[in-house]
């Protein structure tokens, strides 16, 4: 197993908000568990290779919370 693991599985309700809720970075890292949106920052990036802001800028269909 990757030491990835953990990270991919939690990242991925996070880039479903990014995609799909106007959420703040601080409201999608709280709701990860990350309590710091820099760290939370700092972590997606290393593991999905874009920052969130590029990541809902490349990929967004966001609605209404």
Do not use: H
């Not at 999905?48 to 802001?53: D, E, G, L």
């Amino acid at each position: 197993r990757s030491t990835l693991f953990p990270y991919t599985t939690l990242f991925r309700s996070a880039k479903f908000m990014l995609q799909n809720y106007s959420m703040t970075l601080k409201e999608i890292a709280d709701s990860c568990c990350y309590g710091d949106p820099a760290y939370f920052c700092r972590v997606f990036k290393k593991v999905c290779k874009v920052t969130p802001t590029e990541y809902r800028a490349r990929n967004t269909t966001q609605v209404s919370r």
